[in-house]
């Protein structure tokens, strides 16, 4: 295979896959806890443009922006119906934030099941990009531009700000940070909000290249989960690096042995990995 | 003049000048027989009931063997929670294992059902034996994980190699168990044996965690640490555990195989039966084997009754239902009857523990 | 008995243990004291087995158990008692015993009703038998010291460390504690190693101290040369300025 192609796909491939891990890393990270209602933040986001698009019948840019409403919603609501009550009995939380994943899921099959044809028409760049013998959908690289640019601010605001400070004092030691009287409802709440956007900036911008449907959460998710897990739970250094990792599998497998077997073979790598360092590749001390 | 007078532990009747009193504290029940004999009857009461009031047996019959198969599955990961101290979150990966090991068997070698539920339990065996050292390596979150992971990882196999597993239209022309021509008859004779291996995982988890090795276990649960330093070989109970537990979840797979006449593995590597499962674990009550196979059968029957009644919201109702449990019922069912009796040990199932001192 | 040699043990950049080596004779009675953080609970942990030491070796009655697992250690011989008491509080203090006996008996050689009624014997030496069947979480601290003794007993050790039996304790109970400590001593035969911040009390039971300071050794005798010892002076004054 050609080495260009495999590079600029394992760059395309690993800031997509960050972008779509960033926020559950952040929540790992922050909250010590494993968001898995995360993947409707995908479904709320895509459908949440449509709504305001098609049935409240406002302008496609306005509606892209009114999207964000519902999904910092969700995120806030996640945290405070699910995850606060069961905060002491983790199985529980685990088990009923599945739940409310699939309720989302389902509501939203029942009112624009697939045949609905739900589309948005983000595409920015047309065509493919030709850089030196790879050829790669305008869109993807547009998709991962911008996912990258999220990275970059969301480390400047961990690094920079005062919140950003004290969500990382949250994640190295929350006990010390209980005692200096650190408000953790405000901050989870925030922490699940500012987590809430990457999934939806990123599925709106690869909404015309992916084909979006009410079950599309979960393979999105999947490679959230991976990343994140392989990084090692809410270490924004180790999710970087396991991101383009996956994304070099993928990019290898998926062109050079079989496209089908491209998530296969990150899940079995990832598997692997964590038999050999069972917490991931960085040690999830604290976010950054 | 009646009065109904309500007592602690006993409901009196004054009717007129009598008394009737009934014993309703728990405690004095010959419990374990009344729940053998309900759960017994249970196809051939309402059998009769849905026949006097016209209504078509066989869906209430194959809700009540969903029950049973959920109970299959939920009571060695019980068991499992409890010896290995980790809550494993890849259940339905082991449905899977064992239902495609039959299926294959079958469809494509003839195998006599004897033969493939020894194989798919043994074949669950080893699969749980090689994943084994994950419940000595990881724990806590992480060991969610990776049993989260697990389903997927076979469900991108079943559809890279559809050939063989043929992804959702699953592996046709598996042998069926029953096959006498009377729908009914088949429905409670599956009914039937699903009930006995049922009970019969029933009592062996009931026995083991009466055991020495049971009560190792509880320790476990707590605190693995706790019990290596008083001599307890907790590296080898957790493999044992984890290894038997899996062959036993894999049977529940073998039934639906040849339960169905075909098994479909995307139909259960899904999230949604994950849900189910779990639920059915901790609404039982918490490490509860008994309330277990109470909480399967609410669940079904709720499953049955919204899928009925709701048509395309069916899902929606059923998960927000569960959710609402949840809330609702912290000790599970089975907490809903069962005093405070420190005597015996209740496991505690939590997912995070106490790190290192 | 027990020898250390040249044991020592890292975390992170913290020497917790730094190249301690000591012996212990069977029937000895050891205190084992320091200023916080001085590496007296890693130095527990390490011969328990909770973990493995960097660089050295232990042995035990003549056989190098350096890498051991901590269950077997447990069958050897050697109990210990956590800082923290670390109890399973979902369980009754007779169970907390239970499964000691248990253990120890590989879950193989002896049955639940024997356990049971070994159990009892050793909660009924520490005045317990009336809790039996009470939650641990249900139980005061100084119940709980007591309980994890009994515990510890209840391994039939032939050595037992002890890690700060007195904490939180009133001065009438620490007496009792301490009198009761070396009552077992004399009545299973035992060898202690203890360690102890309430210096007044283990000073009066133990024949002999060994004092850690940042991870080193840095005396070992009788208790009333300890006391006169300028190292030992400097460490605890050292402590006490910051
Ligand atoms: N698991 C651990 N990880 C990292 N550092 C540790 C760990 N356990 C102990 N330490 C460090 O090792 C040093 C010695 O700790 P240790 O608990 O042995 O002290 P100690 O003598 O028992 O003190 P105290 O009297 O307070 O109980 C301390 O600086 C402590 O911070
Ligand atoms: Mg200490």
């Not at chain 2, 063997?65 to 409890?82: D, E, G, H, R, V």
């Not at chain 2, 609402?324 to 523990?353: C, D, N, Q, T, V």
Request: hydrophobic fraction near 55%; charge should be positive.
């Amino acid at each position: 295979m050609d080495p260009t192609i495999a590079l600029v796909y394992t760059f395309v491939f690993g800031s997509l896959y960050l972008g779509m891990a960033l926020g559950f890393t952040i929540i790992a990270g922050v909250l010590r806890i494993f968001n898995l209602a995360y993947g409707a933040l995908f479904l709320v986001a895509a459908y949440s443009v449509w709504f305001f698009w098609k049935d409240v019948g406002l302008t496609f840019g306005i509606s892209l922006i009114l999207a964000f409403i519902p999904v910092a919603a969700f995120a806030a609501f996640t945290y405070l119906a699910v995850v606060r009550p069961f905060i002491r009995t983790e199985d529980y939380m685990l088990a009923a934030l599945i739940c409310v994943f699939i309720i989302v899921e389902e509501i939203i099959n029942y009112f624009y099941p697939e045949i609905v044809g739900v589309y948005l028409p983000t595409k920015v760049a047309e065509g493919t990009v030709k850089i030196g013998t790879a050829s790669v959908p305008g869109q993807m690289l547009f998709a991962a531009a911008v996912s990258l640019t999220m990275i970059v601010i969301y480390l400047l605001f961990f690094i920079k700000t005062k919140t950003g400070l004290i969500m990382r004092a949250i994640s190295q030691d929350p006990y010390a940070s209980k005692i200096v009287g650190v408000n953790f409802d405000k901050m989870f709440v925030i922490s699940m909000v500012i987590a809430s956007i990457p999934p939806a900036m990123i599925i709106i911008l690869i909404a015309p290249v992916w084909a979006l449907d009410p079950f599309v959460g979960w393979s999105l998710f999947s490679y959230a989960i991976i990343v994140t897990v392989l990084g090692g739970l809410g270490n924004l250094k180790g999710t970087i690096i396991a991101a383009y990792i996956i994304g070099f599998i993928n990019a290898t497998v998926g062109f050079l042995i079989d496209p089908r077997m491209m998530l296969f073979s990150s899940l079995v790598i990832t598997v692997a990995v964590l038999v050999v360092k069972p917490k991931g590749l960085a040690r999830a001390e604290s976010i950054w | 003049m009646v009065r109904l007078e309500p007592r602690r532990g006993r409901l009196i009747l004054h009717l007129a000048r009598r008394k009737f009193d009934w014993v309703i504290e728990t405690r004095y029940w010959r419990n374990p027989t009344i729940g053998f004999l309900i759960w017994l009857l249970l196809p051939i009461v309402i059998y009769y009931f849905a026949s006097l009031i016209g209504l078509k047996p066989v869906a209430l019959l194959s809700t009540l063997i969903s029950a049973n198969i959920l109970a299959m599955i939920c009571i060695p990961l019980t068991l499992q929670i409890i010896g290995t101290g980790r809550v494993n979150f890849g259940p339905h990966f082991f449905v899977a294992i064992g239902g495609y090991v039959a299926a294959l068997l079958s469809k494509n070698f003839d195998v006599h059902p004897a033969l493939t539920l020894f194989t798919a339990f043994a074949f669950g065996c080893l699969i749980g034996l090689a994943l084994s050292p994950i419940t000595i390596i990881s724990k806590g979150l992480y060991f969610v994980l990776i049993t989260l992971l697990l389903p997927f990882i076979l469900w991108e196999f079943v559809y890279w190699r559809s050939d063989i597993f043929g992804a959702e239209t699953g592996i046709p022309g598996v042998e069926l168990l029953f096959w006498t021509g009377d729908l009914i008859t088949d429905l409670m004779y599956y009914f039937y044996l699903s009930f006995i291996i049922t009970f019969v995982l029933l009592l062996i988890s009931d026995r083991v965690l009466r055991s020495r090795y049971g009560f190792l276990m509880g320790v476990i649960n707590e605190d693995e640490e706790i019990a290596a330093t008083y001599g307890t070989n907790v590296n080898r109970i957790k493999i044992i555990t984890f290894t038997l537990t899996s062959g036993a979840i894999a049977i529940a797979g073998w039934f639906l195989a040849h339960y169905q006449g075909s098994f479909t593995g995307p139909a259960w590597l899904t999230p949604a039966f994950l849900v189910i499962i779990l639920l059915t674990t901790t609404l039982g009550g918490k490490g509860a084997i008994y309330g277990i196979v109470i909480s399967s059968y609410v669940i079904a029957i709720l499953r049955e009754v919204t899928r009925t009644t709701l048509g395309e919201f069916s899902t929606v109702a059923l998960f927000t239902i569960l959710l609402i449990f949840l809330y609702l019922l912290p000790e599970g069912f089975w907490g809903l009857y069962r005093k405070k009796r420190y005597r015996e040990y209740a496991p505690s199932i939590r997912i995070r523990r106490r790190e290192v001192t | 008995m027990l020898k250390v040699e040249n044991l020592t043990k890292r975390f992170g950049g913290i020497i917790a243990v730094n190249d301690v080596s000591f012996e212990i004779e069977k029937g000895e009675i050891v205190g084992l004291i320091g200023p916080n953080g001085a590496g007296k609970s890693t130095l527990i942990n390490l011969i328990s087995g909770f973990y493995k030491p960097d660089k050295g070796k232990i042995v035990f009655e003549g056989k190098d158990i350096t890498k051991i697992e901590m269950f077997k250690r447990a069958k050897l011989g050697i109990a210990r008692t956590f800082q923290n008491s670390r109890i399973v509080s979902n369980m009754t203090a007779l169970m907390n015993v239970l499964y000691a006996i248990i253990g120890r008996e590989n879950g193989e050689n002896i049955s639940l009703h024997e356990a049971y009624v070994e159990s009892i014997y050793y909660l009924d030496l520490f005045g317990l038998l009336k809790k039996r069947d009470i939650l641990a979480s249900d139980l005061p601290i100084y119940e709980l010291r007591l309980l994890e003794l009994a515990r510890a007993l209840a391994l039939r050790p032939k050595i037992l460390l002890i890690d700060e039996a007195l904490a939180g304790l009133n001065p009438v109970e620490a007496e009792n504690v301490s009198k009761l400590i070396n009552r077992i001593k004399e009545e299973f035969n035992l060898t202690i190693i203890w360690v102890e911040h309430v210096l007044k009390v283990l000073m009066r039971s133990v024949e002999r101290v060994l004092v850690m300071h940042y991870g080193k050794l840095i005396a070992d005798s009788t208790p009333a040369e300890v006391v006169r010892n300028q190292q030992v002076i400097d460490a605890y004054i050292g402590e006490e300025a910051v």
